[in-house]
Protein backbone atom coordinates (compact mmCIF):
# COMPACT_ATOMS: atom_id res chain seq x y z
CA UNK A 1 0.00 0.00 0.00
CA UNK A 2 1.16 3.20 -1.01
CA UNK A 3 0.98 6.73 0.31
CA UNK A 4 -0.73 9.74 -1.31
CA UNK A 5 -1.89 12.76 0.42
CA UNK A 6 -5.56 14.22 1.00
CA UNK A 7 -6.53 17.21 3.33
CA UNK A 8 -8.83 17.83 5.58
CA UNK A 9 -8.93 20.08 8.18
CA UNK A 10 -10.34 21.33 11.29
CA UNK A 11 -9.95 25.29 12.96
CA UNK A 12 -10.22 26.43 16.27
CA UNK A 13 -9.34 29.97 16.86
CA UNK A 14 -9.06 30.96 20.82
CA UNK A 15 -9.43 34.85 21.73
CA UNK A 16 -9.08 35.49 25.37
CA UNK A 17 -12.16 37.16 26.86
CA UNK A 18 -10.49 40.92 28.02
CA UNK A 19 -10.73 42.71 24.96
CA UNK A 20 -11.51 40.01 22.27
CA UNK A 21 -13.02 42.92 20.07
CA UNK A 22 -9.96 44.74 19.76
CA UNK A 23 -8.21 41.75 18.73
CA UNK A 24 -8.57 39.91 15.06
CA UNK A 25 -8.55 36.19 14.87
CA UNK A 26 -5.60 34.29 13.28
CA UNK A 27 -7.38 32.61 10.32
CA UNK A 28 -4.47 29.64 8.50
CA UNK A 29 -4.52 28.89 4.82
CA UNK A 30 -2.70 25.36 3.77
CA UNK A 31 -2.73 23.10 0.77
CA UNK A 32 -0.85 19.82 0.02
CA UNK A 33 1.45 21.45 -2.59
CA UNK A 34 3.14 23.02 0.91
CA UNK A 35 3.25 19.99 2.69
CA UNK A 36 6.11 17.34 2.57
CA UNK A 37 5.90 14.39 4.79
CA UNK A 38 8.80 12.92 3.82
CA UNK A 39 10.99 15.89 4.87
CA UNK A 40 8.38 16.52 7.70
CA UNK A 41 8.01 20.48 6.59
CA UNK A 42 4.52 22.19 7.21
CA UNK A 43 4.30 25.62 5.09
CA UNK A 44 1.18 27.81 6.13
CA UNK A 45 -0.03 31.31 5.58
CA UNK A 46 -1.68 32.92 8.85
CA UNK A 47 -3.64 36.04 8.24
CA UNK A 48 -1.70 38.27 10.30
CA UNK A 49 1.69 37.73 11.55
CA UNK A 50 2.45 35.12 14.46
CA UNK A 51 4.84 34.92 17.51
CA UNK A 52 4.91 31.18 17.61
CA UNK A 53 4.06 27.86 16.47
CA UNK A 54 3.64 24.04 17.87
CA UNK A 55 2.91 20.86 15.82
CA UNK A 56 1.97 17.11 16.68
CA UNK A 57 2.18 14.58 14.68
CA UNK A 58 -0.15 11.61 15.26
CA UNK A 59 0.03 7.92 14.19
CA UNK A 60 -2.69 5.74 12.47
CA UNK A 61 -3.10 3.81 15.68
CA UNK A 62 -3.79 7.24 17.51
CA UNK A 63 -0.15 7.67 19.49
CA UNK A 64 2.27 10.33 19.16
CA UNK A 65 5.07 10.04 16.63
CA UNK A 66 7.27 13.25 17.01
CA UNK A 67 6.20 17.48 17.35
CA UNK A 68 7.81 20.76 16.73
CA UNK A 69 7.83 23.96 17.76
CA UNK A 70 8.76 27.50 16.03
CA UNK A 71 9.28 31.26 17.03
CA UNK A 72 9.13 33.90 14.56
CA UNK A 73 10.79 37.34 15.37
CA UNK A 74 9.62 38.58 12.26
CA UNK A 75 7.56 37.49 8.90
CA UNK A 76 9.26 35.58 6.04
CA UNK A 77 10.13 36.85 3.44
CA UNK A 78 7.00 35.04 1.32
CA UNK A 79 3.56 34.61 2.22
CA UNK A 80 4.21 31.04 3.87
CA UNK A 81 5.65 30.29 7.21
CA UNK A 82 7.31 26.87 8.24
CA UNK A 83 7.61 24.54 10.81
CA UNK A 84 9.17 21.11 10.69
CA UNK A 85 8.62 18.07 13.46
CA UNK A 86 10.56 14.92 14.45
CA UNK A 87 9.03 11.59 13.18
CA UNK A 88 10.43 8.01 12.88
CA UNK A 89 11.42 6.30 9.92
CA UNK A 90 8.84 4.32 8.18
CA UNK A 91 5.61 5.71 10.01
CA UNK A 92 2.84 7.27 8.54
CA UNK A 93 1.05 10.19 9.86
CA UNK A 94 -2.58 10.23 10.27
CA UNK A 95 -3.07 13.68 11.80
CA UNK A 96 -0.91 16.73 12.13
CA UNK A 97 -2.15 19.14 15.40
CA UNK A 98 -0.71 22.65 14.57
CA UNK A 99 -1.65 25.76 16.69
CA UNK A 100 0.07 29.22 15.83
CA UNK A 101 -0.24 32.13 18.12
CA UNK A 102 0.37 36.04 17.85
CA UNK A 103 2.20 38.21 20.25
CA UNK A 104 -1.40 39.67 21.44
CA UNK A 105 -1.89 35.82 22.95
CA UNK A 106 -4.50 35.04 19.93
CA UNK A 107 -4.17 31.33 18.83
CA UNK A 108 -5.60 28.86 16.24
CA UNK A 109 -5.43 25.00 16.99
CA UNK A 110 -5.71 23.31 13.36
CA UNK A 111 -6.32 19.84 12.72
CA UNK A 112 -4.65 18.36 9.79
CA UNK A 113 -5.06 15.12 8.18
CA UNK A 114 -2.70 14.91 5.28
CA UNK A 115 -3.49 11.17 4.81
CA UNK A 116 -4.25 8.60 2.44
CA UNK A 117 -3.94 5.27 1.14
CA UNK A 118 -3.33 3.93 -2.33
CA UNK A 119 -4.12 0.21 -2.34
CA UNK A 120 -1.61 -1.74 -4.33
CA UNK A 121 -3.94 -4.79 -6.48
CA UNK A 122 -3.89 -6.67 -9.58
CA UNK A 123 -5.94 -5.10 -12.32
CA UNK A 124 -8.92 -6.38 -13.48
CA UNK A 125 -8.78 -7.31 -17.05
CA UNK A 126 -12.18 -6.25 -19.26
CA UNK A 127 -12.53 -7.23 -22.50
CA UNK A 128 -12.90 -4.58 -24.98
CA UNK A 129 -15.34 -2.24 -24.98
CA UNK A 130 -16.97 -3.98 -21.76
CA UNK A 131 -17.47 -2.94 -18.30
CA UNK A 132 -18.43 -6.35 -16.57
CA UNK A 133 -16.20 -8.59 -14.37
CA UNK A 134 -16.08 -12.16 -16.18
CA UNK A 135 -14.67 -15.35 -14.39
CA UNK A 136 -12.12 -15.60 -12.31
CA UNK A 137 -11.20 -11.85 -12.06
CA UNK A 138 -13.52 -11.48 -9.07
CA UNK A 139 -10.34 -12.82 -7.47
CA UNK A 140 -8.67 -10.03 -7.65
CA UNK A 141 -11.02 -7.86 -6.27
CA UNK A 142 -11.54 -10.09 -3.54
CA UNK A 143 -7.93 -9.72 -2.77
CA UNK A 144 -8.30 -5.67 -2.93
CA UNK A 145 -10.89 -5.80 -0.95
CA UNK A 146 -9.03 -7.56 2.12
CA UNK A 147 -6.40 -4.77 1.93
CA UNK A 148 -9.10 -1.99 2.22
CA UNK A 149 -10.51 -3.73 5.10
CA UNK A 150 -7.37 -3.72 6.63
CA UNK A 151 -7.26 0.03 6.59
CA UNK A 152 -10.39 0.54 7.15
CA UNK A 153 -9.88 -1.68 10.90
CA UNK A 154 -6.71 0.43 11.89
CA UNK A 155 -7.70 4.13 10.66
CA UNK A 156 -11.87 3.22 10.96
CA UNK A 157 -11.10 3.61 14.51
CA UNK A 158 -10.36 7.63 14.42
CA UNK A 159 -12.06 8.91 11.72
CA UNK A 160 -14.59 8.20 8.83
CA UNK A 161 -12.98 7.21 5.45
CA UNK A 162 -14.22 7.04 2.09
CA UNK A 163 -13.41 4.67 -0.75
CA UNK A 164 -12.13 6.29 -4.38
CA UNK A 165 -12.38 4.52 -7.69
CA UNK A 166 -10.83 6.14 -11.02
CA UNK A 167 -11.21 3.96 -14.15
CA UNK A 168 -8.95 4.50 -16.68
CA UNK A 169 -8.79 3.28 -20.21
CA UNK A 170 -5.78 3.03 -23.30
CA UNK A 171 -6.35 5.25 -26.48
CA UNK A 172 -8.40 3.28 -28.51
CA UNK A 173 -11.58 4.60 -29.42
CA UNK A 174 -12.76 8.09 -28.98
CA UNK A 175 -12.19 10.23 -25.75
CA UNK A 176 -15.86 10.37 -25.00
CA UNK A 177 -16.49 6.90 -25.47
CA UNK A 178 -13.37 6.30 -23.35
CA UNK A 179 -14.68 8.76 -20.49
CA UNK A 180 -17.80 6.63 -20.19
CA UNK A 181 -16.59 3.23 -20.34
CA UNK A 182 -13.93 3.90 -17.38
CA UNK A 183 -16.82 5.16 -15.33
CA UNK A 184 -19.13 2.34 -15.95
CA UNK A 185 -15.75 0.17 -14.84
CA UNK A 186 -15.12 1.80 -11.99
CA UNK A 187 -18.56 1.57 -11.22
CA UNK A 188 -18.51 -1.96 -11.86
CA UNK A 189 -15.78 -2.42 -9.06
CA UNK A 190 -17.18 -0.15 -6.33
CA UNK A 191 -20.50 -2.26 -6.91
CA UNK A 192 -18.51 -5.19 -6.38
CA UNK A 193 -17.13 -4.10 -3.22
CA UNK A 194 -20.70 -3.08 -1.92
CA UNK A 195 -22.08 -6.46 -3.17
CA UNK A 196 -19.33 -8.08 -0.79
CA UNK A 197 -20.81 -6.12 1.94
CA UNK A 198 -17.93 -3.02 2.58
CA UNK A 199 -19.79 -0.50 4.23
CA UNK A 200 -17.54 2.99 3.70
CA UNK A 201 -18.91 5.19 1.40
CA UNK A 202 -17.31 4.29 -2.21
CA UNK A 203 -17.43 7.12 -5.06
CA UNK A 204 -16.22 6.89 -8.39
CA UNK A 205 -14.73 8.74 -11.32
CA UNK A 206 -13.93 7.76 -15.11
CA UNK A 207 -10.63 9.82 -15.94
CA UNK A 208 -10.99 7.53 -19.95
CA UNK A 209 -7.85 8.03 -21.67
CA UNK A 210 -6.92 11.49 -19.91
CA UNK A 211 -4.45 9.93 -16.99
CA UNK A 212 -2.37 7.17 -18.91
CA UNK A 213 0.18 5.00 -16.59
CA UNK A 214 2.13 4.77 -19.97
CA UNK A 215 1.87 7.61 -22.55
CA UNK A 216 1.15 6.44 -26.56
CA UNK A 217 -0.12 7.22 -29.67
CA UNK A 218 -3.90 7.84 -30.18
CA UNK A 219 -5.32 4.48 -31.26
CA UNK A 220 -3.24 2.07 -28.93
CA UNK A 221 -3.89 -0.67 -27.47
CA UNK A 222 -1.95 -0.78 -24.05
CA UNK A 223 -2.91 -3.05 -21.56
CA UNK A 224 -1.28 -0.85 -18.72
CA UNK A 225 -3.22 1.80 -19.23
CA UNK A 226 -6.62 -0.45 -18.47
CA UNK A 227 -6.79 0.00 -14.90
CA UNK A 228 -8.65 1.72 -12.17
CA UNK A 229 -7.14 3.13 -8.71
CA UNK A 230 -8.30 2.42 -5.47
CA UNK A 231 -7.42 4.91 -2.84
CA UNK A 232 -8.29 5.42 0.72
CA UNK A 233 -8.94 9.13 2.41
CA UNK A 234 -11.47 10.53 4.81
CA UNK A 235 -14.33 11.25 4.68
CA UNK A 236 -15.58 15.07 3.69
CA UNK A 237 -11.97 15.60 2.20
CA UNK A 238 -11.02 16.67 -0.97
CA UNK A 239 -10.30 13.73 -3.55
CA UNK A 240 -7.02 12.56 -2.58
CA UNK A 241 -5.70 12.65 -6.12
CA UNK A 242 -2.80 15.13 -7.77
CA UNK A 243 -1.10 16.18 -11.13
CA UNK A 244 -2.52 15.03 -13.65
CA UNK A 245 -5.97 14.12 -11.97
CA UNK A 246 -6.80 17.49 -11.32
CA UNK A 247 -6.15 18.21 -14.94
CA UNK A 248 -8.12 16.08 -16.42
CA UNK A 249 -11.40 17.37 -13.69
CA UNK A 250 -13.74 13.95 -13.58
CA UNK A 251 -16.91 14.23 -11.94
CA UNK A 252 -16.36 12.23 -8.76
CA UNK A 253 -20.03 10.12 -8.04
CA UNK A 254 -21.09 7.83 -4.88
CA UNK A 255 -22.20 4.86 -5.58
CA UNK A 256 -25.24 3.69 -3.54
Known amino acids: ???????????IVIVPSAAADKRAPVHVGYDLEHLDL???????????????????????D?????????????????AWWSI????PPDTRVLMLKLRVA????????????????????????????SAAIEGDEGAKLDASLAKIQDVAKLA????KLTL?????????????????????RAMAIARYFRGKKL?????VAGFGEDVPRVKTPDETDEPRNRRADYVIGPQGGAPPFKGAYTKAKAEWKPVR
Open 156 to 159: GNFM
Open 62 to 78: GTELGRGAASYERPPAG
Open 38 to 60: DKRVLEFRPSRPIREASIVAIAE
Open 199 to 203: AMPIV
Open 1 to 11: MLRSLALLAVA
Open 164 to 184: YVAGHTDTVGTAARNRKLSLD
Open 102 to 129: AADGVATNVDLVPWSVTIEHDDVKFATD
Open 84 to 87: TWSQ
